[in-house]
């Protein structure tokens, strides 16, 4: 909830204080990364990726019950910011795989052409000429 809601004061209380776990997963197998991606919580995103409580590289692939990862999850919902911030991060840019696909078979460069919310046509854009895709 913290991470959904962009708390980042009270996600950085709850992972120092060992209340939450960075690995914690709900239901559908959604990460603290996943939920802060949905919601395009970039500062609760940078927060994760750089407290170095855990591999951060490790679990930035990991795909929920659907096959979606935090990427997938942030081009779901045309969170363009969180993409960005994935795809260019030094901290974990080298890692990130734009290339998975869902248990759809859908990868991102998909998902951006299916979505009719505003701000699609830049994430085509933006998926395209990154050079990461294949």
Known sequence: LACRSGKRNLVEYLMESDRIHFIMEDNDGNNLLHHACKRGRTDVLEYLVQ??????????????????????????????????????????????????????????????????????????????HCGKID
Do not use: F, W
């Open 51 to 128: 407290c170095h409580q855990v591999d951060v590289n490790t679990n930035i692939n990991k795909q929920n019950n659907k096959g979606d990862t935090p990427l997938y999850a942030a081009c779901r919902r045309m969170e363009i910011s969180c993409v960005r911030y994935l795809v260019e991060s030094d901290d974990i840019s080298d890692n990130v795989n734009l290339n998975i696909c869902n248990s759809d078979g859908d990868t991102l460069l998909h998902q951006a052409c299916y979505t009719r919310l505003r701000g699609s046509e830049d994430m085509i854009a933006y998926l395209v």
